[in-house]
């Protein structure tokens, strides 16, 4: 059964740790247990509504969890910059950064307040833009930076010839690319920050499947019901057969957030890679051996984001 599918974290008191996406699902597990493995966390939501419950959450598993919110739009490259702004401006050293959060598969194609196509904004550009306003502190506190991908990150390709589906429009070969690129980025942050002695750690995670709010009913993103795809993984979670809870999906980026000597990539270990304990795993085929496309996306995002790595 999933619950009883668990992972011990180290003592993580004095730790500063962000997460995004953590006013719901997933990424709520993963502040819930870095809060009660003593870490200060902190959460970046776009609704002050659900971060408030998330943070009632938190304190009735772990009353006395150090934990707070700040404002945070992914799909607004101004909000990004503000937050990375003020949290320069308290000047405390982030040890763990989880780029979590993410949006799925609407069926319109939408855009950021920026104009870039909704998912690839969100999941990969304003998280890409976040590490490089966070970069200084981030390397004061020699962190960890652990980027959560998706089962879909294992299909479709990037879309160089039209990265914003203007010219047409499939919401899961979005979503796919949106995922590939945040694997990608994951990679070439490693690499740049090993040649260049920056400091920082860079995994990679999935979370398999869970019922989580992805496919949920989402009229903002022009989705008024649950998706039959939810309802079918919440049946199968529910009778523990082959996938996650909310709780267990959050287990691999908690692993590769917090084990020393990290492998580059962690999920679930069982049946399809869809559900069961967290285990280190092959890159995604189209992850592998891509170094050159890497650095081609590294450039196309920082002229995209206009923020620079050089300056950190």
């Not at 200084?136 to 998706?150: D, I, K, Y």
Request: hydrophobic letters at 40%.
């Amino acid at each position: 059964m999933p619950n009883a599918i668990d992972l011990t974290l180290p003592d993580l008191t004095g730790r500063r740790a962000v997460v995004t996406g953590a006013s719901d699902g997933v990424g709520l597990g993963i502040a819930a247990r870095l809060a009660a493995a003593g870490a200060e966390v902190l959460l970046p939501v776009r609704n002050p509504r659900k971060g408030e419950a998330a943070l009632a959450e938190i304190r009735r598993r772990t009353p006395g969890a150090t934990a707070s919110l700040r404002p945070l739009d992914l799909s607004s490259l101004d909000s990004v910059a503000a937050l990375g702004e003020a949290l320069r401006t308290e000047g405390a050293p982030i040890h763990l950064l989880v780029n979590n959060a993410g949006v799925m598969t609407p069926p319109e194609r939408q855009s950021t307040a920026d104009g870039f196509e909704l998912q690839f904004g969100t999941n990969h550009l304003g998280h890409f833009a976040l590490v490089a306003h966070l970069m200084p502190l981030l390397r004061a506190g020699r962190a960890r930076v652990t980027t959560q991908l998706s089962v879909a990150a294992n299909q479709g390709a990037i879309n160089w010839t039209d990265l914003n589906w203007e010219r047409s429009y499939s919401g899961r070969r979005a979503y796919s690319q949106s995922k590939i690129a945040a694997g990608l980025f994951g990679l070439e942050l490693a690499r740049r920050s090993r040649e260049g002695g920056w400091g920082v750690t860079s995994t990679l995670s999935h979370p398999g499947i869970a019922p989580t709010s992805l496919l949920a009913a989402r009229p903002e993103l022009g989705r008024s019901g649950d998706t039959a795809g939810r309802r079918l993984i919440h049946l199968l979670a529910s009778t523990g057969l082959l996938v996650g809870t909310p709780d267990t999906a959050g287990l691999p980026a908690l692993l590769a957030a917090t084990t020393p000597d990290p492998a580059p990539f962690y999920g679930p270990s069982g049946p399809g890679r869809l559900g069961g304990p967290p285990a280190e795993q092959e890159l995604y085929s189209r992850l592998r051996d891509k170094d050159d496309e890497a650095r081609r996306l590294w450039e196309v995002s920082e002229e995209l984001t206009g923020v620079s790595f050089a300056r950190v």
